[in-house]
């Protein structure tokens, strides 16, 4: 059967943030493991390892005069300083994921989205909402991989970062990992059904093809008169 429509195949870039403990990551996890088609950018950063990183798959880790360097070297789609280390997009690979229909997932700060919403106007920028923030705390001490000072700037950061949930296209509140997961794939769906991704309709001549309707020996609706 002919296609009515020709839509962008072009993957989508969606950007996720939300504050540290506020779940992003599970979410994304739980995401990934019931989608295909779809490819989690890992960011390079200055920050040492913490119990339960993985090397080359939460992030590359390397240090701050790598970081620099390649920050010299224009490697990075965007880059922020957040709690006093360096973290950034490789821009390595993007682009080829995106030609090939791949939707590409990054998982980054608010200062870094902004960014990449300003070289990507069609990004489609996601915040995950923790479901309160008595819970925000509850996660972030609970953690207990951090000492206090820390925990307490995280908390500091949250809140700054919250005040910037407008400049998002998208806000989803992490009640429950399997709601937000089933709500950015939700978002995902409907972004790729805008009217905006369509690059051509083939429709033929109107009058032809209502003539050649009505002249089809097959075609009996009585209520139908000529
Ligand atoms: P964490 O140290 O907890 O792994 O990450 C701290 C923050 O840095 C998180 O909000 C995380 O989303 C963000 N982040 C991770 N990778 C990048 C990146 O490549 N660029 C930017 N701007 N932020 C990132």
């Not at 072009?10 to 493991?33: H, Y």
């Not at 997932?105 to 070289?119: M, P, S, W």
């Not at 296209?169 to 399997?178: A, G, K």
């Not at 089933?182 to 033929?204: F, G, H, T, W």
Request: hydrophobic share 35%.
């Amino acid at each position: 059967m002919s296609k009515i429509l020709k839509q962008k195949e072009r993957g989508s870039l969606i950007v996720i943030s939300g504050p540290s403990g506020c779940g992003k990551g599970t979410i994304i996890k739980d995401f990934l493991s019931k989608h295909d088609n779809v490819w989690l950018s890992i960011s390079c950063t200055s920050r040492d390892m913490r119990p339960g990183d993985i090397a080359d798959e939460t992030y590359f880790f390397i240090s701050r005069g790598e970081f620099e360097e390649k920050i010299k070297n224009d490697e990075f789609l965007e880059y922020a300083v957040y709690n006093g280390n360096y973290y950034g997009t490789p821009k390595e690979h993007i682009e080829e994921k995106l030609t090939k229909g791949i939707d590409v997932i990054l998982e980054i700060e608010v200062q870094g989205a902004l960014k990449v919403k300003e070289i990507v106007p069609e990004a489609i920028c996601i915040f995950i909402m923790p479901p309160s923030m008595k819970e925000l705390r509850k996660r972030l001490v609970g953690r207990g991989t951090e000492d206090k000072e820390k925990v307490l700037n995280r908390f500091k950061t949250a809140y700054k970062e919250i005040n910037e949930v407008t400049r998002y296209n998208y806000v989803v509140t992490n009640d429950s990992i399997e709601d937000a997961s089933k709500k950015i794939a939700a978002i995902i769906m409907s972004e790729k059904c805008r009217v905006d991704r369509i690059e051509e309709v083939y429709l033929n001549n109107e009058e032809e093809e209502i003539h050649e309707l009505l002249m089809d020996k097959d075609f009996v609706n009585e209520d139908i008169k000529i």
